[in-house]
């Protein structure tokens, strides 16, 4: 006993959990959450949604878009379509035009811009359509405004009746339907990912009073990162959307919850072998630590890495995430410790573990399960790789080439339906122009080289209306595409556009829009691709290789973590082409899905691993693994089914790339903890064996004759047990 005495108070275990300091513990955390719990409910106010804060920032259209808000105020076009089969009549044009009126009525209270343009009939003999452009105008607040822009712009021209219909589409009517769409997202993504945490607790612990300290220490963590982020995008020009805060509560909650796991699961054993709860934490907290603190880290470096990428809005995710991550770790290996001491071992009612009761993991599913595939462990892992790598051949199926308009939200809002009518009667384009800067010298040749391109509307080019003549010698002009702005057919014509007027000798002509951008978006998205991947990789290696002090474990767990990512990969593909009829993924879904999955699915094959090592010190490398594979079996699967549950939470938006993604994450975890962690690594390290360990020393220490361990493949006594 008095060696697990001095074992408990080292280290910063006892500062946590101590008999007076688990009280000083819980009080610093009371004080933070006071301070923070206000900071977070402005983290909203904080968000930059607008397209500079997704674009790279040396993409061509950023620039194009920092030039022409000199021409005139940043504005988004919202356009209204009127559509009539048999033709508009006298009174459908009346009211149009009173309508345009009621437009320019708004735009003396509030919808600020350049003037209203139209209205626009279709060129067909008995006009059956017209459309009428409203900008709106995007100062400080402009996309917080779009939404209630568009709100008071419906409001005036109404849906239309009578075989009239009336529609509001465009980039501005889009961005409101968007905005609908996050629309009280943090709290939506809050309750359902509190809900999932909830059930899945419940169904693990089976205990309704140990369902207090998780989601406490959860909450704080969550409410202590937004206010730091806050403070960091008003003080540090941090750069948070709607993404990022998203992802931000479904990353606290499960990777918080999944710590968590691992600790009360340690803990649970030790209160079982010592009768003071103190000590039992302090021992808990020591042996179990360095996993989630070496879990944690991995994810916070995994996250800054996305610093390295060119898109704005996946470089700000990386410092939220990491924010969010490293206060949830230090929230779960203090806040929660204290929070379990101070309420004792009833928090665990009904299944109190008592002093000598039996440890109910060393004859359980996983050890029976760790039994079978020591029988066999190499054709169990070369079967087992075997099937992943089929599923993996469903990425054949992917199609991460980006998401219209029209397939990006997982219903049929107004602005989408407007957008089919327009183009059904106008220039596809129209609404979302090209817009071009150039030296005026050349505007005239840089004109003509535009209205020449296949792809443009030729009578479409020149100069807005309502925007300054010039600015320090350049011009502002805009051209209509002929198919629409967010197809693959318009991001071709801009790559021919800019190469007619690339080609115009000092005009330095550049050429922006919103075509432009999504173009833009998809090529740093590539680069973005095969830089930060590569990068993750690096870093979680080396994460593992300092944690194991090994080479060969850390190579065989980064192989095992890529190919349960290709399979999640092939799998999800299959499920959008064949069972939801998702026409495409966005061009960054891959990249964020090997970064949940490698940098948060790692942290499975971390818990395990770090046991397997513990236990192969003690009694060789085999009854380690079948004793690390019994004692972390059931709480790795329970943390699996919480982060799967939690990013599932994101399909709750009706927004298709959040789904994806949530789908594609959910599944991946799904595979990692029951497939890949619990059957392909144990057989890998089954079947290597001491070498694993290589070239520690571990890896030249002979393995018993007999190993010590029970029939369920658990070790009869452990060394620290009869301290």
Same mark, same amino acid.
């Given at each position: 006993?008095?060696?697990?005495?001095?074992?408990?108070?080292?280290?910063?275990?006892?500062?946590?959990?101590?008999?007076?300091?688990?009280?000083?513990?819980?009080?610093?955390?009371?004080?933070?959450?006071?301070?923070?719990?206000?900071?977070?409910?402005?983290?909203?106010?904080?968000?930059?949604?607008?397209?500079?804060?997704?674009?790279?920032?040396?993409?061509?259209?950023?620039?194009?878009?920092?030039?022409?808000?000199?021409?005139?105020?940043?504005?988004?076009?919202?356009?209204?379509?009127?559509?009539?089969?048999?033709?508009?009549?006298?009174?459908?044009?009346?009211?149009?035009?009173?309508?345009?009126?009621?437009?320019?009525?708004?735009?003396?209270?509030?919808?600020?811009?350049?003037?209203?343009?139209?209205?626009?009939?279709?060129?067909?003999?008995?006009?059956?359509?017209?459309?009428?452009?409203?900008?709106?105008?995007?100062?400080?607040?402009?996309?917080?405004?779009?939404?209630?822009?568009?709100?008071?712009?419906?409001?005036?021209?109404?849906?239309?009746?009578?075989?009239?219909?009336?529609?509001?589409?465009?980039?501005?009517?889009?961005?409101?339907?968007?905005?609908?769409?996050?629309?009280?997202?943090?709290?939506?993504?809050?309750?359902?990912?509190?809900?999932?945490?909830?059930?899945?607790?419940?169904?693990?612990?089976?205990?309704?009073?140990?369902?207090?300290?998780?989601?406490?220490?959860?909450?704080?963590?969550?409410?202590?990162?937004?206010?730091?982020?806050?403070?960091?995008?008003?003080?540090?020009?941090?750069?948070?959307?709607?993404?990022?805060?998203?992802?931000?509560?479904?990353?606290?909650?499960?990777?918080?919850?999944?710590?968590?796991?691992?600790?009360?699961?340690?803990?649970?054993?030790?209160?079982?072998?010592?009768?003071?709860?103190?000590?039992?934490?302090?021992?808990?907290?020591?042996?179990?630590?360095?996993?989630?603190?070496?879990?944690?880290?991995?994810?916070?470096?995994?996250?800054?890495?996305?610093?390295?990428?060119?898109?704005?809005?996946?470089?700000?995710?990386? *410092?939220?995430?990491?924010? $969010? &991550?490293?206060?949830?770790? #230090? /929230?779960? !290996? +203090? @806040?929660?410790?204290?929070? =379990?001491?101070?309420?004792?071992?009833?928090?665990?009612?009904?299944?109190?573990?008592?002093?000598?009761?039996?440890?109910?993991?060393?004859?359980?599913?996983?050890?029976?399960?760790?039994?079978?595939?020591?029988?066999? *462990?190499?054709?169990?892992? $070369? &079967?087992?790789?075997?099937? #992943? /790598?089929? !599923? +993996? @051949?469903?990425?054949?199926? =992917?199609?991460?080439?980006?998401?219209?308009?029209?397939?990006?939200?997982?219903?049929?809002?107004?602005?989408?339906?407007?957008?089919?009518?327009?183009?059904?009667?106008?220039?596809?384009?129209?609404?979302?122009?090209?817009?071009?800067?150039?030296?005026?010298?050349?505007?005239?040749?840089? /004109?003509?080289?535009?209205?020449?391109?296949?792809?443009?509307?030729?009578?479409?080019?020149?100069?807005?209306?309502?925007?300054?003549?010039?600015?320090?010698?350049?011009?502002?002009?805009?051209?209509?595409?002929?198919?629409?702005?967010?197809?693959?057919?318009?991001?071709?014509?801009?790559?021919?556009?800019?190469?007619?007027?690339?080609?115009?000798?000092?005009?330095?002509?550049?050429?922006?829009?919103?075509?432009?951008?999504?173009?833009?978006?998809?090529?740093?998205?590539?680069?973005?691709?095969?830089?930060?991947?590569?990068?993750?990789?690096?870093?979680?290696?080396?994460?593992?290789?300092?944690?194991?002090?090994?080479?060969?474990?850390?190579?065989?767990?980064?192989?095992?973590?890529?190919?349960?990512?290709?399979?999640?990969?092939?799998?999800?593909?299959?499920?959008?082409?064949?069972?939801?009829?998702?026409?495409?993924?966005?061009?960054?879904?891959?990249?964020?899905?090997?970064?949940?999955?490698?940098?948060?699915?790692?942290?499975?094959?971390?818990?395990?691993?770090?046991?397997?090592?513990?236990?192969?010190?003690?009694?060789?490398?085999?009854?380690?693994?079948?004793?690390?594979?019994?004692?972390?079996?059931?709480?790795?699967?329970?943390?699996?089914?919480?982060?799967?549950?939690?990013?599932?939470?994101?399909?709750?938006?009706?927004?298709?790339?959040?789904?994806?993604?949530?789908?594609?994450?959910?599944?991946?975890?799904?595979?990692?903890?029951?497939?890949?962690?619990?059957?392909?690594?144990?057989?890998?390290?089954?079947?290597?064996?001491?070498?694993?360990?290589?070239?520690?020393?571990?890896?030249?220490?002979?393995?018993?004759?007999?190993?010590?361990?029970?029939?369920?493949?658990?070790?009869?006594?452990?060394?620290?047990?009869?301290?």
């Amino acid at each position: 006993m008095a060696e697990v005495q001095r074992e408990t108070r080292r280290g910063i275990a006892w500062l946590v959990c101590g008999r007076r300091a688990k009280w000083l513990v819980v009080l610093f955390w009371l004080l933070v959450i006071v301070v923070a719990a206000p900071l977070a409910q402005k983290l909203t106010d904080a968000q930059e949604n607008d397209a500079e804060s997704w674009l790279p920032g040396s993409a061509e259209s950023t620039q194009v878009l920092d030039v022409s808000a000199e021409f005139r105020p940043e504005t988004i076009p919202a356009v209204i379509v009127y559509a009539r089969e048999d033709g508009l009549t006298a009174r459908d044009r009346a009211r149009i035009s009173e309508d345009v009126r009621q437009a320019k009525v708004l735009r003396a209270h509030g919808i600020r811009g350049a003037e209203t343009r139209g209205p626009v009939y279709d060129k067909k003999a008995g006009a059956r359509a017209a459309q009428v452009y409203v900008p709106i105008t995007m100062d400080a607040e402009g996309w917080e405004r779009i939404g209630p822009a568009v709100d008071s712009i419906r409001a005036r021209v109404g849906h239309g009746a009578d075989g009239l219909s009336v529609h509001i589409t465009g980039p501005g009517g889009t961005a409101a339907d968007s905005a609908e769409a996050f629309k009280g997202i943090d709290s939506t993504l809050l309750f359902s990912a509190a809900g999932i945490v909830v059930v899945i607790l419940l169904l693990t612990y089976r205990s309704p009073t140990l369902l207090i300290a998780p989601l406490i220490a959860v909450i704080t963590a969550l409410f202590t990162a937004q206010a730091l982020i806050y403070l960091l995008a008003t003080h540090a020009d941090l750069t948070v959307n709607g993404q990022s805060a998203g992802i931000l509560t479904v990353l606290v909650f499960g990777a918080g919850t999944d710590y968590a796991l691992l600790l009360v699961a340690r803990y649970r054993e030790e209160l079982r072998r010592h009768e003071d709860r103190h000590e039992a934490m302090a021992l808990a907290l020591h042996r179990a630590g360095p996993a989630v603190l070496a879990s944690g880290a991995t994810v916070v470096l995994s996250m800054l890495v996305l610093l390295a990428a060119e898109m704005n809005s996946t470089r700000g995710l990386g *410092p939220v995430a990491a924010i $969010g &991550v490293a206060v949830g770790l #230090l /929230a779960m !290996l +203090s @806040l929660f410790p204290a929070l =379990l001491v101070i309420f004792g071992r009833w928090l665990f009612w009904p299944l109190v573990p008592h002093l000598g009761s039996p440890e109910p993991t060393e004859r359980g599913l996983w050890a029976r399960t760790g039994q079978r595939i020591a029988r066999r *462990p190499r054709l169990t892992w $070369g &079967v087992t790789a075997a099937a #992943l /790598a089929l !599923l +993996s @051949l469903g990425l054949l199926q =992917l199609r991460a080439e980006g998401l219209s308009n029209a397939d990006a939200f997982t219903d049929k809002p107004d602005s989408i339906t407007g957008q089919e009518i327009q183009a059904e009667y106008f220039p596809a384009g129209s609404g979302d122009p090209l817009v071009i800067v150039a030296n005026k010298a050349r505007d005239d040749e840089v /004109a003509r080289a535009v209205s020449h391109t296949r792809g443009v509307v030729a009578k479409s080019v020149g100069r807005p209306p309502g925007t300054k003549d010039t600015y320090d010698d350049q011009v502002l002009l805009e051209a209509t595409a002929t198919d629409p702005s967010d197809s693959a057919a318009a991001k071709d014509t801009v790559d021919r556009v800019r190469d007619a007027v690339h080609a115009v000798p000092g005009a330095d002509a550049k050429v922006g829009g919103g075509t432009a951008a999504l173009l833009d978006m998809d090529r740093a998205t590539a680069h973005d691709n095969k830089l930060v991947i590569p990068l993750v990789l690096v870093v979680v290696l080396l994460t593992l290789g300092v944690l194991l002090r090994a080479v060969v474990a850390p190579l065989l767990l980064i192989a095992t973590v890529v190919l349960s990512f290709a399979s999640a990969l092939g799998l999800s593909a299959l499920a959008f082409r064949h069972l939801f009829d998702y026409a495409a993924e966005t061009t960054d879904f891959p990249l964020f899905v090997f970064v949940f999955l490698v940098a948060l699915g790692i942290d499975y094959n971390i818990f395990l691993s770090t046991r397997i090592r513990e236990e192969a010190g003690r009694q060789g490398t085999r009854a380690g693994v079948l004793t690390g594979l019994a004692a972390t079996g059931a709480v790795i699967t329970s943390a699996g089914l919480v982060l799967a549950g939690t990013f599932a939470a994101l399909g709750t938006l009706p927004l298709v790339a959040f789904s994806e993604i949530g789908f594609a994450v959910a599944l991946g975890v799904l595979l990692d903890t029951l497939v890949v962690r619990s059957v392909l690594v144990t057989s890998l390290f089954l079947d290597v064996g001491p070498k694993v360990w290589w070239p520690h020393a571990l890896s030249r220490r002979p393995e018993p004759h007999a190993a010590p361990a029970t029939a369920s493949g658990a070790p009869a006594t452990r060394p620290s047990d009869t301290a």
